[in-house]
């Protein structure tokens, strides 16, 4: 069993991914609407990854006899003014979860809980991943300006993104 803190703080991770992924088909839903399939589809792969997130921290705790508590998930925006706003509150979400999963980290460490370090490793690296992909799509959308031809490009290329399950079993191998 993991600590009744780490299993606490493991429930509330679930539901900031839980949120995240909330926060996502958000956006997915918003620039669907705006005509804008390719962003929609980016985001609402975003948002299956994240539910993945819930799962394989969920999968962890029951593996280990915790309990689960499924807590009520907040309310999203439901617009955003820009592409670039949208992808500015993405990189600001992601960093704020990176802390939580820092968070994380500590409490594992603090009581020498090395099966849960080691668990939340992949976390660890996949939030250097989700930043630093947020930050590339701003960085883009800076280059591209107001230049309906970019906007446009950009949304054919997000629109070939495909989600990929990710491994959300117990075992600390096998992450994708
Ligand atoms: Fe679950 Fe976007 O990190």
Do not use: C
């Not at 409490?107 to 939030?127: C, G, K, P, T």
């Amino acid at each position: 069993m993991v600590s009744r803190k780490l299993e606490s703080a493991i429930n509330d991770q679930i539901n900031a991914e839980l949120w995240s992924a909330y926060l996502y088909l958000s956006m997915s839903a918003h620039f669907a609407n705006k005509g804008l399939p390719g962003f929609a589809n980016w985001f609402k792969v975003q948002f299956h990854e994240e539910q993945d997130h819930a799962l394989k921290f969920m999968n962890y705790l029951i593996s280990k006899g915790n309990k689960i508590e499924l807590q009520p998930i907040k309310e999203v925006d439901t617009s955003w003014n820009s592409l670039l706003k949208a992808f500015e509150v993405t990189l600001h979400h992601e960093r704020v979860v990176t802390s939580l999963i820092n968070e994380l980290v500590s409490i594992a460490r603090s009581e020498n809980d090395y099966a849960s370090e080691n668990m939340l490793q992949w976390f660890v690296s996949e939030q250097v991943e989700e930043e630093e992909t947020a930050q590339s799509m701003i960085d883009a959308l800076k280059l591209i300006g107001d230049n309906g031809f970019g906007v446009y490009t950009m949304d054919k290329e997000l629109g070939q993104r495909k989600y990929t399950p990710l491994n959300t079993s117990t075992t600390t191998s096998g992450s994708e």
